[in-house]
């Protein structure tokens, strides 16, 4: 059984406490942590939305679009409800209902969203040909470290300290898709459109997010989980990896061979 170990006698946290136990302040921690990922998705996919449907000449989402997102709403919507049975002490409907929703909802997210790659990427070369199709390397460097962890994730739902955490950290690696329609070109305004632009204007809210979960394990348990480090490692490497490849002079040409344009 899981052991609670609080502050409410005066005491400092025990620093044995095992990622598998329940600190006091995790399930607050959870919360701050899944209501940073609603804010940081819909801070940039509201506005970008909203002056999309605004515009008359705007051409209109594909299908799969609307249906990506729409799983990403469930998607979010799903943790946020497994979130609050853990809370309410319900572990048997939150085992039940990952067991019915969370490979189904998943897998469909990640399928949706290299479908709306494919679709958007092809529509905005299709109005404009000089659009930057090398950006197919920072999408997939979105995508595939969230699809990784989340599998990693479900596979592990017996291990509660893991499963949480990857949970969180695979949705960490596609939040900034939200920041690059808020403050991306801003961003690029100011940096440059070289690699310290491109970095800094797809990947910051997730290394925030790294680190505020490194930071709270080292105060709740003394050390990093044992899963966090190649987790986080695997993060930043398909990072890197997809600024090198946007760069390389080559991937245009073969980003547009994959996209069939």
């Known amino acids: 059984m899981a052991t609670l170990v609080g502050e409410a006698d005066g005491q400092r946290p025990v620093s044995g406490v095992g990622f598998d136990d329940v600190h006091a302040h995790d399930r607050t921690a959870v919360l701050v942590g ?6 940081g998705l819909l801070s940039g996919f509201l506005p970008d939305m909203a002056e999309h449907f605004a515009s008359t000449t705007a051409k209109p989402y594909e299908t799969v679009t609307h249906l990506h997102a729409a799983l990403s709403f469930g998607w979010m919507v799903l943790l946020s409800w497994q979130m609050v049975r853990v809370r309410a002490g319900n572990m048997g409907a939150h085992r039940a209902a990952g067991r019915r929703y969370g490979a189904l909802v998943a897998g469909a997210l990640v399928v949706t969203a290299i479908g709306t790659i494919w679709a958007s990427d092809r529509a905005k070369l299709v109005i404009d040909p000089a659009w930057p199709v090398q950006r197919l390397a920072t999408q997939l460097g979105h995508l595939v470290p969230f699809a990784a962890l989340t599998a990693a994730a479900l596979l592990q739902t017996r291990q509660p300290g893991a499963h949480k955490r990857l949970l969180i950290m695979a949705m960490a690696a596609v939040l900034d898709t939200g920041l690059t329609r808020w403050m991306g070109d801003s961003i690029i305004d100011i940096l440059g459109a070289g690699p310290a ?47 090198w490849l946007y760069f390389q002079p080559w991937w245009p040409a073969t980003a547009r061979g994959l996209l069939g344009v």
Do not use: C, K, N
């Not at 899944?34 to 804010?39: R, T």
């Not at 970095?199 to 348990?221: C, I, N």
């Open 197 to 243: 632009g491109q970095t800094l204007s797809r990947f910051p809210l997730t290394w925030g997010m790294l680190v505020l979960l490194a930071g709270y394990d080292l105060l709740t348990r003394r050390r990093l989980h044992p899963q966090f480090v190649p987790a986080a490692a695997f993060i930043l490497a398909t990072e890197a990896a997809s600024i």
């Open 34 to 39: 899944i209501g940073l990922l609603w804010f």
